[in-house]
C-alpha cells in the first residue's frame, strides 16, 4: 500500500472532527494496514488526541500522537503565546513526515476549522498543503451546512478540492434542512464525494460505534473513495 496522509479537517470547532478520524483510522486497521492516528496541536484537554492514541491500538505514545498541547482553551495560536512558545509550520510537518515513513497511512486531524490559526503563520489549509494530503471535510448535518461546506472548498487550493471528501455528521433528530441538505448539495458537488455518517450515539468514538451497520456502509464508501484518489 502506498503511504498516504489523510487530514480531517472542518467547518467549524466541535463539528466531529474526532469522531471520524477515530473511526476512520479503526477502519484502516480492521483492513490490516498500518494506520497513526495525529492530533499535532490541540488546546484545553488532550481527550481528542487519547481518543485517536486509542483508536490505533496505542503504538504511538501520546507526546507522538499530540507533540504540541497548550493548557488555554482558546485557538491553539493564542494558547501557544500565554504559554511562551511558538509553533511553525516546518516543525509540524516535519513531525507528520516523520512518522509517515513509519506507516502505512496517517491520519490528521486538525484543530479547529479550515482556517483556524494552528500556529505561527499557518493553518489547517496550509499543513494539508505542505504535506500534500487528501482532505477530509467534516460538517454537521444542519440548517447551513452547505454554505459551510462550499466555502471550506472555495478557500481549498483547487488540486486538494478536487480530492476533497465531505462528511455529514446527521443528528438524532433530523429536521427539514438535514433531510435534503444531501440533495442541494449535489447540484454542487459530485455526489460520490459526499457521505452522510448517521447519528452515533452518546459515545460515538467506542467500538461499538462503529460497528454499526450503516455506519460501516458510509466507512467502506468513504474508504473505497480515497484509496482511489492520487
Do not use: Y
Not at 57 to 73: I, M, T, Y
Amino acid at each position: 500500500m502506498a503511504r498516504r496522509i489523510f487530514f480531517v479537517t472542518g467547518t467549524d470547532t466541535g463539528v466531529g472532527k474526532t469522531v471520524l478520524a477515530a473511526l476512520l483510522t479503526r477502519a484502516f486497521r480492521e483492513r490490516g494496514a498500518s494506520v497513526a492516528a495525529l492530533k499535532p496541536i490541540c488546546s484545553g484537554g488532550r481527550d481528542d488526541a487519547r481518543r485517536l492514541r486509542e483508536a490505533m491500538g496505542e503504538s504511538l505514545s501520546l507526546d507522538e500522537v499530540n507533540p504540541w498541547h497548550f493548557r488555554a482553551a482558546l485557538s491553539p495560536l493564542l494558547a501557544a503565546r500565554i504559554a511562551g512558545k511558538r509553533v511553525t509550520l516546518d516543525l509540524v510537518a516535519a513531525h507528520v513526515r516523520a512518522i509517515k515513513k513509519r506507516f502505512e497511512t496517517v491520519v490528521v486531524e486538525g484543530a479547529g476549522g479550515l482556517l483556524s490559526p494552528m500556529g505561527d503563520g499557518f493553518d489547517s489549509r496550509d499543513l494539508i498543503t505542505a504535506l500534500r494530503a487528501t482532505p477530509i471535510v467534516v460538517c454537521p448535518n444542519r440548517l447551513g451546512a452547505v454554505n459551510q461546506i462550499l466555502l471550506v472548498l472555495e478557500a481549498l487550493p483547487r488540486s486538494a478540492a478536487r480530492r476533497t471528501q465531505i462528511v455529514l455528521m446527521n443528528r438524532l433528530r433530523m429536521d427539514l434542512a438535514a433531510r435534503t441538505n444531501l440533495e442541494l448539495l449535489e447540484e454542487f458537488v459530485s455526489g460520490d464525494r459526499i457521505h452522510c455518517l448517521d447519528w452515533l450515539g452518546s459515545d460515538p468514538v467506542s467500538v461499538a460505534a462503529g460497528k454499526r451497520p450503516s455506519v460501516r456502509k458510509t466507512l467502506d464508501r468513504l474508504m473505497r473513495m480515497i484509496m482511489r484518489l492520487k
